[in-house]
């Protein structure tokens, strides 16, 4: 047997084991300390109440004969893929029933795709990033190169910053930066791809928290998306999902290369290798498109916003700079007096007891940055930028 040793060449994840490191040592020595810990990207709020309550139903029906649910579509229920399609219509975007796919989330759907591309293609990677990409292609052998994302560029690299590239990892909101491309912006990464017959990944996995209108939450709301984008989407941190697990996919049936139809190619690959999505979790997933479960995960997204304003407004107060927070639950900020990521994570940790994330773990321009989340509760949220301010 010979092993994938594409395997070899991938770092270490350090970054949260490093973490996690750090801040035992530090409360084995200060265990007066109460740490908040801002750098989590779980959620913290419970599956709101109409999802519980469909998923219980679901449950009785399995248990019953004549309502039981044996293997499903690979793709999906349909009284699923029609409440996404209408939550698509609602943002003006026509999908078909046939091009969504329900997953058991975006990280594997956002792995998975690759079997259908050759290892040959280049890809195009902004930097900072959610590491998934990389080590995904690394794994596949295929030659990445970076879009540098920095303050010049608000975090959002566009293409003349890069190289040429077959495939594009776009995210907005973006993790770990809480930037979000506009339309004009958006509409460049479309064109190029279109003239470059490159295909763009679209991460949306955060579209939810956007509260600016004006700004797209699906890149199907540019023209010319659906002959070179597939979108992933994200039921994790809209209605916290994380640990039920569901997503989903859109593949437009317009994005065709030579004689491949992505769409055909993508439906092949799923019945092929997946089983699909519980139906009791398609149930809960279902109640989160209804009226009754929207209101509710739209009560959890306003209590992480108000965090993210809590912590945008201490920065303001204090004159650090930082992107996100707005439109995302990340907050990406400068660190202080020129110290690198880690030497930060060090000082909130042993000066004030804050745990965020060190920018370095997302890539070379994440050095002199840091990320923080709004997912905490609000009284730890109010208290660690209460710390924070003090500090000064
Ligand atoms: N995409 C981004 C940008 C993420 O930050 C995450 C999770 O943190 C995911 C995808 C994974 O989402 P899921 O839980 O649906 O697999």
Redesign the pocket.
Known sequence: MIPNTNYSQLKESYLFSEIARRVSQYSAAHPEKKLIRMGI??VTLPLCKAVVAAMKQAAEDMGEAATFHGYGPEQGYDFLRGKIKEYYAENGVSVDLEEIFV????????GNILDLFDKENTVLIPNPV?P?YVDTNIMDGRKIIFADANEANGFLPLPDSAGKADIIYL?SP??PTGAVYNRDQLKQWVDYANKYHSVILF?A??EAFIADNTLPRSIFEIEGARTCAIE??????TAG??GT???YTVVPKQLVFGEMHVNKMWLRRQTTKFNGVSYLVQKGAEAVFTPEGRKQIEENIAYYRKNASIITQALDALGIWYTGGKNSPYIWLRCPDELDSWTFFDTLLTEVAIVGTPGAGFGKNGDKYFRLTAFSSLDNTITAMNRLKKRK
């Not at 992933?232 to 941190?237: H, P, T, W």
């Open positions: 990207g779980d997953s058991d989330g975006a990280k594997s759907d956002l959610y998934v995210c973006n993790n991460d996995a955060y992933f989407c994200s039921l994790s941190k999902f994380t697990r569901c997503g």
